[in-house]
């Protein structure tokens, strides 16, 4: 499975914006999807999962309420849709998949394919 991360840029604080991640293969329904990211200097980091039918949905806490991730799966697309931004949302963000159970659904390494990547920098 490849994927296709995109929608990064630069925002001010308060602003938004929708990041999705497009997969190759029309397997994306088989997958919980996650969305990780990592600042410079600091390790890559949990920020939002859904599981395979979307019916649930995990947040880091310092984006609950901010952040929204959701998915069309005939469309193979997950999105993260973030909402009042701050200046420590920037990093890089990464779009992940995997077959995770629900006690490593925020552990990088419980995902096989990874997204390359898409830069969201916030400015004060």
């Known amino acids: 499975v490849q994927l296709q991360a995109s929608g990064g840029g630069l925002v001010q604080a308060g602003g938004s914006l929708r990041l999705s991640c497009a997969a190759s293969a029309r397997t994306l329904s088989s997958y919980t999807m996650a969305w990780f990211r990592q600042a410079p200097g600091k390790e890559r980091e949990f920020v939002a999962a859904?599981?395979?039918?979307?019916?649930?949905?995990y947040y880091t806490d310092s984006v609950k309420s901010r952040f929204i991730v959701s998915r069309d799966n005939p469309k193979n697309t997950v999105y993260l849709q973030m909402n009042n931004l701050k200046p420590e949302d920037t990093a890089v963000y990464y779009c992940a998949a995997g077959n995770t159970i629900l006690s490593s659904i925020q552990t990088s390494t419980a995902y096989a394919y990874w997204g390359q990547g898409t830069q969201v920098t916030v400015s004060s």
């Open positions: 859904i599981r395979r039918s979307g019916g649930y949905t």
